[in-house]
T-cell receptor
Framework: AQKITQTQPGMFVQEKEAVTLDCTYD???????LFWYKQPSSGEMIFLIY??????QNATEGRYSLNFQKARKSANLVISASQLGDSAMYFC???????????????FGKGTKLSVIP | DAGITQSPRYKITETGRQVTLMCHQT?????MFWYRQDLGHGLRLIYY???????DKGEVPDGYVVSRSKTENFPLTLESATRSQTSVYFC???????????FGAGTRLSVL
């Protein structure tokens, strides 16, 4: 079984500052993928960034980077230079990476609500 | 339109009624999923399908029925809706061999 823990129900950040959203995970799978999704107030789920457990480098996508620490089982999202439009719910998720029907389903954390202050 | 489409976007129904939520994807992805989102729970998997005519239960399947007669469609049916099924429902798809999944816009269901 997989488990995702997001310990920050809500966070505030000043506009233009960087912010880190925490995510820890638990899994017995040897190979897995980690994801971050953004959910604005409009409700859609927007994919932000992906990290494979065997990737040597931390993933980056524009202002988003994933601070992956495998030994600590953490996959924190770092948003640099926060913008007002970054205010949203953020979900960490994971799935095992193996061939099989059960390997494509995502397990989600409960989310962190980020509010960017002007 | 290319992508994954859910309908309706909003639905109000009464307890005991049957409701079907539709999901259609244009990519021919093998895998399709239904999640529900409730405050304080994040997204939880209801059912998933690995291919046409292959479905399996997720974390919270009770009260739901799915079918997948065609690769592109994955309807979710609440056979007798209950108030506890008031939620936002997301359909998602993923292609075999791909790490990424794609979400529909969601259906907000209220059961009165």
């Amino acid at each position: 079984a997989q488990k995702i823990t997001q310990t920050q129900p809500g966070m505030f950040v000043q506009e233009k500052e960087a912010v880190t959203l925490d995510c820890t995970y638990d899994t017995s799978d040897p190979s897995y993928g980690l994801f971050w999704y953004k959910q604005p107030s409009s409700g859609e789920m927007i994919f932000l960034i992906y990290q494979g457990s065997y990737d040597q480098q931390n993933a980056t996508e524009g202002r988003y980077s994933l601070n992956f620490q495998k030994a600590r089982k953490s996959a924190n999202l770092v948003i640099s230079a926060s913008q007002l439009g970054d205010s949203a719910m953020y979900f960490c998720a994971m799935r095992p990476l193996y061939s099989g029907a059960g390997s494509y389903q995502l397990t989600f954390g409960k989310g962190t609500k980020l509010s960017v202050i002007p | 339109d290319a992508g994954i489409t859910q309908s309706p976007r909003y639905k109000i129904t009464e307890t005991g009624r049957q409701v079907t939520l539709m999901c259609h994807q244009t990519w021919s992805h093998s895998y399709m999923f239904w999640y529900r989102q409730d405050l304080g729970h994040g997204l939880r998997l209801i059912y998933y399908s690995a291919a046409a005519d292959i479905t399996d239960k997720g974390e919270v399947p009770d009260g739901y029925v799915v079918s997948r007669s065609k690769t592109e469609n994955f309807p979710l049916t609440l056979e007798s809706a209950t108030r506890s099924q008031t939620s936002v429902y997301f359909c998602a798809s993923s292609d075999r061999g791909s790490a990424l999944g794609y979400f529909g816009a969601g259906t907000r269901l209220s059961v009165l």
